[in-house]
């Protein structure tokens, strides 16, 4: 009998974990001085065949990407998050609309301010969805952490 329940338990671990999804997009994180202001750079990784959607990806087609960051009294952001890749447009019939993605590296950047003469860091999360041909993951969430 306990070699029946053992069995039964290393088939179901087993089963368990090659059922859990993959997470194929690899990120760093940077910061670079730019004279007064400073460059957060976050660069995501994605492996053929997937690919990661824009931040301006339209309502009704899958998650767009959002970094969102932590409110800190010593940093002012200055503009929106830019993002540099080749950008790619397609009309996704699953979702009915023209969906904007890329592949292999996305490099999304944000300028800061920082108070003068302070050691700080810049936090937050970043919000992605992942596709390939077949299969889309569910949205991830990542937290970060970037000394400034």
Same mark, same amino acid.
């Given at each position: 009998?306990?070699?029946?329940?053992?069995?039964?338990?290393?088939?179901?671990?087993?089963?368990?974990?090659?059922?859990?999804?993959?997470?194929? %997009?690899?990120?760093? +994180?940077? *910061?670079? @001085?730019?004279?007064?202001?400073?460059? !957060?750079? &976050?660069?995501?990784? $994605?492996?053929?065949?997937?690919?990661?959607?824009?931040?301006?990806?339209?309502?009704?087609?899958?998650?767009?990407?959002?970094?969102?960051?932590?409110?800190?009294?010593?940093?002012?952001?200055?503009?929106?998050?830019?993002?540099?890749?080749?950008?790619?447009?397609?009309?996704?019939?699953?979702?009915? %609309?023209?969906?904007? +993605?890329? *592949?292999? @590296?996305?490099?999304?950047?944000?300028? !800061?301010? &920082?108070?003068?003469? $302070?050691?700080?860091?810049?936090?937050?999360?970043?919000?992605?969805?992942?596709?390939?041909?077949?299969?889309?993951?569910?949205?991830?969430?990542?937290?970060?952490?970037?000394?400034?």
């Amino acid at each position: 009998m306990k070699k029946v329940i053992l069995f039964f338990v290393l088939v179901l671990s087993a089963v368990a974990s090659f059922s859990q999804l993959k997470d194929p %997009v690899t990120f760093t +994180f940077e *910061s670079r @001085k730019k004279g007064t202001l400073t460059e !957060v750079v &976050v660069t995501a990784s $994605v492996p053929k065949p997937w690919h990661i959607y824009s931040q301006n990806t339209p309502k009704g087609g899958p998650i767009p990407t959002k970094i969102s960051f932590n409110k800190n009294p010593l940093i002012t952001l200055e503009g929106t998050v830019k993002e540099v890749g080749k950008l790619e447009k397609i009309h996704d019939s699953n979702f009915d %609309v023209d969906v904007l +993605f890329y *592949s292999n @590296k996305v490099v999304f950047t944000q300028l !800061v301010k &920082v108070k003068t003469g $302070v050691k700080t860091n810049i936090s937050g999360t970043i919000e992605y969805m992942v596709c390939d041909d077949e299969q889309c993951l569910p949205p991830t969430k990542k937290t970060f952490s970037i000394n400034l």
